[in-house]
């Protein structure tokens, strides 16, 4: 057995080995051009959400290059996030985050063997007692059976760690990310399979659907209008971001099409994407919309400048410009 094992771990570190040096090699450029993409306001009727909270559910490591292409490689602090929308009887999360066992014992999660790689190479993300995000939505009097729909923004593991854990909730993600998580190899894809046993997931396509702000297609969720799910691929097959409409002003939930604010500013590329092409499109639709709706927040799910620093509880994005960040977090 200790024989067996060992080779596993060496073949391992020579797929590991052949990966890294694959993507070493400097990629092909891609061309990212502002000014392409007008913008097309949704429609004026649409309700506006009771909540949107913003859920820190831990951190990682990365490095400036992975965050933007052609960056250093100075390691960076990044959140892990997911979020809440509260609307009437309506819970959706979007994302989950990671997985409660990075609390206590990752490898309990992510097996021995990945456990055994990641140590010596890699720093394993980081999160507190009580931070998973079942955790904190208990400290918002909401459990897990409550929450109906699920929308995940693409299928790594830092965002779909909890997605077992709610029953009665319809998992949703875009077109092309289901073909995406069926073809993942262990985690080779960022994806952890495990996270999606026994679950139901549920394909959206955008083919014929309204373009609404600088992209190709929308759907309505809860069908009126409050909640927009976008096709915004690059970063995997699927990817999709979701653009919610609160009290205070529309709010736009990109996942990690954009790592980070600077990926849709400049526009620069993220550092891993399925398709270089895809991306490109994408954040310069992001870019263009930012430019052209300076007023719209744009939430990227790992960018280190967007969490306040010091808070530990759930943050209501729905609140009035300049309330205080101690604002009362349960709905």
Known sequence: ??????????????????????????????????????????????????????????????????????????????????????????????????????????????????????????????????????????????????VRHIVLTHTHFDHTGEIRAFPNAKVWVGKGEKEYLERAFGVSRGVMREDFEGVRVRELDFTKSPKVLTFGGSRDLLGDGSVLVIPTPGHTPGSISILVKTKSGDILLVGDAAYTMTNIEKPVLIGLATSREQAADTLTRLHDLRRARTELRIIPSHDPLIWPAGRSDPWPLHAPSGQPATEDTNP
């Open 1 to 146: 057995m200790p024989n067996k094992l060992f080779r596993g771990y060496f073949v391992y570190a020579i797929v590991v080995a052949i990966a890294a040096s694959l993507s070493a090699c400097k990629p092909p450029p891609v061309e990212l051009t502002p000014g392409r993409f007008e913008v097309i306001e949704p429609a004026r009727d649409r309700a506006a959400v009771d909540g949107l909270w913003l859920i820190k559910t831990g951190e990682a490591t990365s490095t400036d290059g992975h965050l933007h292409e052609g960056g250093t490689k100075d390691p960076v602090t990044i959140p892990i996030l997911c979020a809440l929308v509260r609307h009437g009887d309506d819970i959706v999360l979007i994302d989950t985050g990671l997985n409660h066992h990075f609390a206590f014992r990752p490898q309990e999660y992510l097996g021995g063997l990945l456990k055994f790689v990641a140590e010596r190479g890699y720093e394993l993300p980081k999160m507190a007692e009580g931070q998973d995000v079942i955790a904190q939505l208990a400290r918002m009097a909401i459990t897990p059976d409550m």
